[in-house]
């Protein structure tokens, strides 16, 4: 049995990579027999658009925040050859996973699409904000067509930050048709649910967790006694408590003026001058086990977020306030309900509004004796949603063995 995955595993984003890694490790883990490969699939449109250039970098957001990014530029000249480095690093990280051994470049999808009928058995898409085609437009490649003849199913797939209320009627009845053609929908939130509701799609979503909650840290391509190395040559006292800020500037700001020099501050993704440590190049897999030298961790990152409480470690998730979150509920939040941790999510402006609430809510987390066992055990407990979509797939594995018996 072959297994096609269609997903975001090419961007520079570290959960994006470490979403793919481990639901290709899960099945590969649960179906030892199985060829397991990701769609090596880009969009030039898209690729164009997220190239790491000086016009990029300041074509988007308003005129006050790209004179932010101008200010950043010249106080920080070297920041376009940082974000290519950390390219470098992401594009050698790529290189680990399961790739098909064809390359499709093409922003149509009948080459996509004929070759994943010709390569696999069956094809999942996800996981990620798969269903949002904003940026990527309709018909979207990820939404698998009618034209795939082989069993097709999603896992955790997401429409996160498409106001899907307002999709035209016409692109309602294509994609319900679409979904419902599917063997397995496999949603990561519920919005995404409501979003296959609202579209008459006949086939019954299921949650799936993102599959960063069940990573399996202990398998990752990382030297941890390099990754201290690095950490120590850039000057992380492992004698020091530390709390990770994943975000930028005005996190770190509010995290010094929170804590004082108390605990050092360990500026990720982003460099930050109010930061003691600054590891914003890290491989994805390094990203990953970095969070286990925290004490707690500060981010408006989804899979931040995720990711530093699979190392048992506990999260302040800052709010993104956007057009998107005034009328649903984000996909921080989401996930934070329903592990029971949703009072880890807060507003600030980062000057003033909250500030007294984040500081209570995290000297509770950084004095509990037993935090880091609460969050294992539900972390465990929401890893187990896994289970109906390879259940899935081994009835189909089953049905497909059963058939050569005839």
Known sequence: MKIGILTFHGSINEGAVMQCYSLCHRLMNDFPDAKIEVIDYHMPRIQKIYEISIKNYLSSGGIRSR?????????????????????????????????????????????????????????????????????????????????????KLSYAASCYGMAYEKIPEEEKKQISRILSSYYFLGVRDDESAKFAQSIGCSVATVHTCDPTVFLDLNDLPVNIEKLREKMKKRGFDFHKPAIGVMSGNKMCKMARRLYGSAYQIVALQAPSIYADVNLHDLSPYEWSRIFSFFKLTITSFFHGTLVSLRNGVPVIAIALESEYSKNHMTKVQDFLRRVGLEDCYVHTDFKKAGLAAIKQKADQLLNSEDMREIILKRMEREAQSVAVFTQEIERLRQEKEDSYDY
């Open 67 to 151: 004179f932010r990014k101008v200010l950043h530029l010249i106080l920080a000249p070297s920041l376009i050859k940082q974000m290519k480095s950390r390219e470098s690093a992401f594009e050698m990280c790529t290189n680990l996973l399961p790739l098909s051994p064809e390359t499709i470049v093409d922003d149509g999808t009948e080459e996509l699409f004929n070759y994943i009928n010709n390569h696999y058995d069956i094809v999942v898409s996800g996981s990620d904000a798969i269903w949002n085609y904003n940026v990527r437009g309709f018909p979207n490649p990820y939404f698998l067509s009618d034209s795939i003849h082989i069993p």
